[in-house]
C-alpha cells in the first residue's frame, strides 16, 4: 500500500502517480482528498473545486476539481474507488478488500475533510460531514472493478443516491466557502453556482456510466 495526500497525487506527484498505476504492477495506493494542499499552509490544488477560497485562489478558485479517478480508469485496468467513510464505512471497507485482491493497481480515493476547510461545529464533525457530503451530491461514491468487465458486467457501480439537493447548505457550512460572500460579493453567486452546477454533472456522467 502507498499512501499519499491530493496535494501529492493530483499535482506534484501526479506523474510518478501515473506512472505506477500505468505500469500495471499489483500495487495499491490510497489518497487523502482534503481538497487542498494541507500540509503546506492550504495552498489551491487540482484537487480544489470551484468557488473554494485558498492559498493562491483568495477570490474562490476559477476552474473545476480534477477527476482523479476517471482518469486512472480510463486505463481499463486500474481498480478504482472513491469513498467517504462518515457515509458509507462498508463501501470503503469493500472498496479496500476488492483492492487487495484485484491483480493489478488499484486506486482509492478517500474524503477527508481538513481544518482549512473551516467546518461549522470544527473537526469533530469530520464523520457527519463526509455524510452530508455524499447526500446533497458534493462528494460522490463509486467502484470501478475491472474483473467485472471480465465477466461481462458493467465495471462501474455508483453507490451514492439522487443528490438531496442540500449542496448549497452544505458548502455555506464552511469557512472556505462562505467567506467567498462576505469577501466577494460580486463574484460569489456565480461561483457557487458554478461549483454546483460541476458537481451535477459529474454525478451525472457517473450515473450514465454505471447504466450502460
Not at 14 to 25: I, N, P, R, T
Request: charge should be neutral; charged fraction near 25%; proline fraction near 3%.
Amino acid at each position: 500500500w502507498c499512501l499519499g495526500g491530493d496535494g501529492w497525487a493530483y499535482d506534484i506527484g501526479y506523474g510518478g502517480l501515473d506512472h505506477v498505476l500505468a505500469s500495471g504492477e499489483d500495487i495499491n495506493v490510497l489518497v487523502f482528498d482534503t481538497e487542498v494542499y494541507s500540509n503546506t499552509g492550504g495552498q489551491a490544488s487540482k484537487a480544489t473545486p470551484t468557488a473554494a477560497i485558498a492559498k493562491f485562489a483568495a477570490a474562490g478558485k476559477q476552474i473545476k476539481k480534477k477527476d482523479l479517478g476517471m482518469m486512472a480508469a480510463s486505463y481499463g485496468y486500474v481498480y478504482v474507488a472513491q469513498c467517504a467513510m462518515g457515509a458509507n464505512n462498508l463501501q470503503f471497507l469493500k472498496a479496500v478488500r476488492e483492492a487487495e485482491a484485484y491483480h493489478g493497481p488499484s486506486l482509492i480515493i478517500c474524503y477527508a475533510p481538513c481544518i482549512n476547510h473551516g467546518i461549522k461545529g470544527g473537526m469533530t464533525r469530520t464523520q457527519s460531514n463526509e455524510k452530508d457530503a455524499v447526500a446533497c451530491g458534493y462528494w460522490q461514491l463509486f467502484r470501478f472493478n475491472p474483473d467485472l468487465a471480465k465477466e461481462g458486467k458493467n465495471p462501474f457501480v455508483l453507490e451514492s443516491k439522487e443528490p438531496n439537493g442540500q449542496f448549497r447548505s452544505f458548502i455555506m457550512n464552511q469557512v472556505r466557502y462562505n467567506s467567498l460572500a462576505k469577501e466577494f460579493p460580486d463574484t460569489a453567486e456565480d461561483l457557487f453556482k458554478k461549483t454546483e452546477a460541476d458537481a451535477m454533472a459529474r454525478y451525472e456522467g457517473y450515473r450514465k456510466k454505471a447504466e450502460n
